[in-house]
Every structure is written in structure tokens, then in C-alpha cells.
């Protein structure tokens, strides 16, 4: 993806910024029928763009819903740059082929679905073509196993869904869901992931590249106070953190939380992150998985997450790219490299 000029705009949550370490997800926002009764407005951000945003999500969740895969397509970019990240599988998934293919298999596998939205927020940035926005919400899953006809729920699936506006229509480039403390199947040796093609310039990536670097340094080091530059001091950032079952939103709330990981461990340990990079303008989002092992404080437990899979969304301040959402969740029993 190119980057293209952008018209700043304003971005605001419409999750309650609560002083607490957590929020409560769906009680700032009551349970609704309809995706647009639960995906909030998103503060000043322009009606006509909410609405158009509200009306791409609802698609979506029409197109899992049914079942169908032609619909679910017209919702999609066709970039080689697309990706996904589905709460039951092993890795990304990169390339429309690919991610097409990740979509087909999920409907193959359940039938009977039913999606219930909770509650969520809109991001946008700016008003112009390639601009970039994003949704985090909290949906009901519900559906049959196609074979077995065994009942699946997943009541709180959280999912950072990212779209790009081209010809005039908002596009998904990026999907990430996670169900806290689901447990997954053990992954093959021979599964490996694809990695994605990025059109945006070798600077851009580099930069982005760098910060992402910063991130992975201050975790392990658990120096919240770098952590805390990595982020931007805008109000307006969110985090899923792996087994946590609301997001946290706002600055302070999202610090609380890495304070909580960094105290809770003596040591962390993060192996081989591997993120496939996409920019766009301002706007750069991250995809990939880490493999780390920490510490407990106290009982000197030790925790091996052998595969999390990860997105970062970055926006550009000045010279600075700075992370306004992550979303992280345990994926297989073994780490999943993304071929180079």
C-alpha cells in the first residue's frame, strides 16, 4: 500500500475511559441487537464516515452470518497486503487468497451461525481516499460443528477489524479475533505461515520497523517508562491483552495494564517476533506472533506462551510512529515462523 497524503482528522473512543485497570466492556456500552445499536459513534469523528463505517461492519457480520463467501469478498481489499488473524487457527493468514481460503474454512466447519454485536468503538483518521479506520468490538458467537453438530459459544469475542477507504468504499485490509482462554490444537511441525507483500516505501517500513523494535525492547526489559514513549499520549488508545476479557481503554488504563504484566513477572522473555509490516500514510498496523516465556513474581511459576499472535496499529505524530491499539492473544502450542 502506497502511503498517501492524509487530512488529520480527530479520533475518539467510544469505550467509557474508566479510571479503573480494566473497563467494563459492554456495561459502558448496553448489549444491543444490531451491530448499530452497539458499535458506538465515534465522537467527532464526521456522522457521514460513522455511518458508512457502521454499515461496513453490519455487512460483515451479515456475510459470517450467512455463510457467504462471494459477499464476504466484496467487503474485502483485493491488496496482496491483506491479512487475518481467526481466533482457532494456528497463524496469519496473508494475501486475499489466502485470507479468502481462512474465511472458507470457518464456514465449512459451522453452520447455524449467529453473531450477537456487545459493544464497540469506531476509529477514523481523516476524510480522504486511502484514509484508514478501525472498529474494536465484542461480539456473541454462536453456531453448530458442521461434522459433529456439537453447539459452539464463544460469548465474548473481541476483534480489531481494520478497513481502508478505496474508490469511495471502506474496505477490510486486516481482521484480528481472539475468545479469551480458548484452548487450541496442538499445530503441526510442517505449518508454516505466509508472508505478506507490502507496496509501502522502504523508509516507511523501517521506521515503522524501529518503533516496532522499541516495543519489544521495553517489554522485556518491562521498563514501563519506555513502554510509556512507545505509546501515544493521546486518550484515545485501546489494548487487548491475551486472557483479559475487556479491553482497556485510554492511556491510563492501557499503562495500568502493562504495569500489571511488568509487576506480576521478575522476567520476561520474548523470542523470535516476527511482525509483516503495512503502512499506510500515517497509519501503519503490524502482523505476526512472538514466542515468549516470563516469571511469575512471588511463586517463581514459570509461563511458556509458545505462540501469541499479534496486531499493533501505529499512527504517525510528527517524526514519531506511536501505538494507539494492540491486540494480542495465546494462539498454538507452538511457535508458527512466517516464511521470508
Known amino acids: 500500500m502506497e502511503p498517501k497524503p492524509k487530512k ?51 455487512a460483515f457480520d451479515k456475510a459470517f452470518t450467512d455463510r457467504d463467501i462471494w459477499a ?24 486475499w487468497d489466502d485470507v479468502r ?10 453452520r447455524d ?11 477514523a483518521k481523516g476524510n480522504n481516499e486511502g484514509d484508514i ?34 474508490n469511495g468504499k471502506w474496505l477490510l485490509v486486516h481482521y484480528h479475533a ?15 505461515g505466509s ?6 516505501s522502504a523508509a516507511a517500513v523501517e521506521d515503522v520497523k524501529t518503533a ?36 482497556f481503554a485510554g492511556r491510563k488504563a492501557v499503562m495500568e495494564g502493562w504495569q500489571g504484566i511488568f509487576s506480576h513477572n521478575t522476567d520476561i522473555l520474548v523470542f523470535d517476533p516476527l511482525d509483516a509490516i503495512q503502512v499506510a500514510g500515517n497509519v501503519a498496523w503490524t502482523v505476526g506472533s512472538y514466542e515468549s516465556l516470563a516469571i511469575r513474581r512471588g511463586t517463581g511459576t514459570t509461563v511458556h506462551l509458545p505462540g501469541v499472535l499479534v496486531t499493533k496499529i501505529f499512527e504517525k505524530r510528527g517524526e514519531n510512529w506511536q501505538l494507539v491499539h494492540y491486540h494480542a492473544h495465546i494462539g498454538p502450542t507452538r511457535h508458527v515462523h512466517l516464511q521470508q
Open 8 to 58: 488529520q482528522g480527530k479520533t475518539r473512543l467510544t469505550f467509557a475511559a474508566l479510571s479503573a485497570v480494566t473497563i467494563l466492556f459492554g456495561a459502558s456500552i448496553a448489549a444491543a441487537d444490531s451491530a448499530a445499536d452497539a458499535v458506538g459513534r465515534a465522537g467527532d469523528v464526521d456522522n457521514q464516515v460513522t455511518d458508512e463505517l457502521k454499515l461496513a461492519n453490519e
Open 72 to 95: 464476504m469478498s466484496q467487503l474485502w481489499s483485493r491488496d496482496d497486503g491483506v491479512s487475518a488473524v481467526f481466533p482457532a487457527k494456528a497463524k496469519p493468514y496473508f494475501g
Open 101 to 110: 481460503r481462512g474465511w472458507q474454512e470457518s464456514f465449512d466447519h459451522n
Open 113 to 123: 451461525i449467529k453473531i450477537k454485536s456487545l459493544a464497540g468503538a469506531i476509529f
Open 133 to 166: 479506520a478501525w472498529i474494536i468490538d465484542s461480539t456473541q458467537f454462536e453456531s453448530f460443528q458442521t461434522q459433529t453438530g456439537q453447539p459452539v459459544l464463544m460469548p465474548n469475542v473481541l476483534s480489531t477489524k481494520v478497513f481502508e477507504r478505496q
Open 178 to 192: 481472539s475468545q479469551p482462554r480458548l484452548l487450541l490444537p496442538d499445530v503441526s511441525d510442517e505449518e508454516r
Open 195 to 200: 508472508h505478506p507483500v507490502t507496496s509501502a
Open 212 to 247: 516496532d523494535d522499541g516495543f519489544y525492547q521495553a517489554f522485556r526489559q518491562r521498563d514501563l517508562d519506555s513502554m510509556s514513549k512507545i505509546w501515544s499520549s493521546s486518550n484515545d488508545v485501546t489494548a487487548i491483552q491475551p486472557d483479559v476479557d475487556v479491553p
